[in-house]
């Protein structure tokens, strides 16, 4: 299992908004900044988010990232087809002292 | 434009040591403020961080693989490394370096970029 909980998968149509949830503690999320990725098949993770809301120079605006409590949120809107792929959630928990990730959301966009 | 190359053997034999290299490009490992770290993806157990290092030497380890792992870095190649003692059939999958920015740096938690990744089977 993973240390931060996610949604296995999602679908959501052409142009609609989606959110993944990804849920932690307070020895993680709690105390900690948030990133995200973004992983389409057969390639590598892409940097989506960071610091739990800031978007890294050439993200697009549809993506945006949220925190509360022992929480985090990705949000995309607008959905596209190129979409599709598995999002991930990470970020440092003090008490493993170690990078933890979310098991990973497949996203589909039907 | 920082780049991030894996290299190393693709077949390791059960019980032997799998070592992986990592050359960056763009930036220099021996001045840069951030970390340079392994991660691993597999189906089973998804991403899991294996542990960083910054260039003075100082490291960080997975506690479920600390037994096992060295990472090292070369400041004069520009390179890092990976080494997993006594693999098994478990260490099969893709690894990945990358850059960190992580709490020993300052308030921050992200990774990029990545290298491509490489698969490493463990089969005799």
């Known amino acids: 299992q993973s240390v931060l909980t996610q949604p296995p998968s999602m679908s959501a149509a052409p142009g609609q908004k989606v959110t993944i949830s990804c849920s932690g503690s307070s020895s993680n999320i709690g105390n900690n900044y948030v990133s995200w990725y973004q992983q389409l098949p057969g390639t590598a993770p892409k940097f989506l988010i960071r610091?739990?809301?800031k978007r890294p120079s050439g993200i697009p605006d549809r993506f945006s990232g949220s925190k509360s409590g022992t929480s985090a949120t990705l949000g995309i809107t607008g959905l596209q087809t190129g979409d599709e792929a598995d999002y991930y959630c990470a970020t440092w928990d003090s008490s493993l002292s170690a990078v933890v990730f979310g098991g990973g959301t497949k996203l589909t966009v039907l | 434009q920082l780049q991030l190359q894996e290299s190393g053997p693709g077949l390791v034999k059960p019980s032997e040591t799998l070592s992986l290299t990592c050359t960056v490009s763009g930036d220099s490992i021996s001045s840069s403020i951030y970390y340079w770290g392994w991660i691993r993806q597999s189906p089973q157990k998804g991403l899991e961080w294996i542990g960083h290092i910054y260039h003075t030497g100082s490291t960080y380890y997975s506690p479920s693989l600390k037994s096992r792992v060295t990472i090292s870095v070369d400041t004069s190649k520009n390179q890092f490394s990976l080494r997993l003692n006594s693999v098994t059939a478990a260490d099969t999958t893709v690894y990945y370096c990358a850059r960190l920015c992580v709490p020993m740096t300052g308030p921050c938690n992200w990774i990029t970029p990545w290298g491509q990744g490489t698969l490493v089977t463990v089969s005799s």
């Open positions: 610091d739990n809301d």
